[in-house]
């Protein structure tokens, strides 16, 4: 696995990244058109003070995952990060990249000065939830999440 790890690039994503990004959505459970994922790249990609989007490369320069992370300035507690979005793709997971995304996000939350990084994990994902925990996370919440459309 690690020479495999080695040969992945992270880098900023670009707008030309949005149809693999979209299918990776998809794989998520957030699925996302072409155009709806390059509007949203589009707004987030002149923000580099507070969000990043990041890609992992293959060797042949295809996009097998993707972390989106923002810094978080909340009142009750120090500046954090927070990973909004993370995926490797189906058939390329445990070959390094989500480990390599994840270490990049870390190293930009720290350049903000962000005191901590934290994700949300569906209940399902125990494959997700034993990554994190892997890489150093601790589960220190149970909670329910709630939306309203406007």
Avoid at 14 to 30: F, T
Avoid at 111 to 139: D, L, M, P, T
Wanted: positive net charge; aromatic residues 6%.
């Amino acid at each position: 696995m690690a020479d495999q790890a080695a040969k992945i690039e992270i880098r900023r994503a670009r707008l030309a990244d949005a149809p693999m990004i979209a299918e990776l959505s998809g794989q998520l459970g957030y699925p996302s058109t072409k155009r709806e994922t390059e509007e949203r790249l589009a707004r987030l990609l002149p923000r580099p003070h507070d969000t990043v989007v990041l890609v992992a490369e293959s060797p042949a320069h295809e996009v097998m995952g993707w972390l989106h992370v923002s810094v978080v300035p909340l009142l009750e507690v120090a500046l954090r990060a927070e990973i909004n979005g993370f995926i490797v793709a189906e058939g390329q997971r445990s070959l390094g990249a989500g480990a390599k995304l994840l270490e990049a996000a870390e190293q930009w939350a720290k350049k903000k000065g962000c005191k901590s990084i934290s994700a949300r994990s569906n209940v399902i994902r125990e494959r997700a939830h034993a990554f994190y925990v892997r890489n150093g996370f601790e589960n220190y919440k149970t909670q329910k999440a709630f939306r309203k459309d406007l």
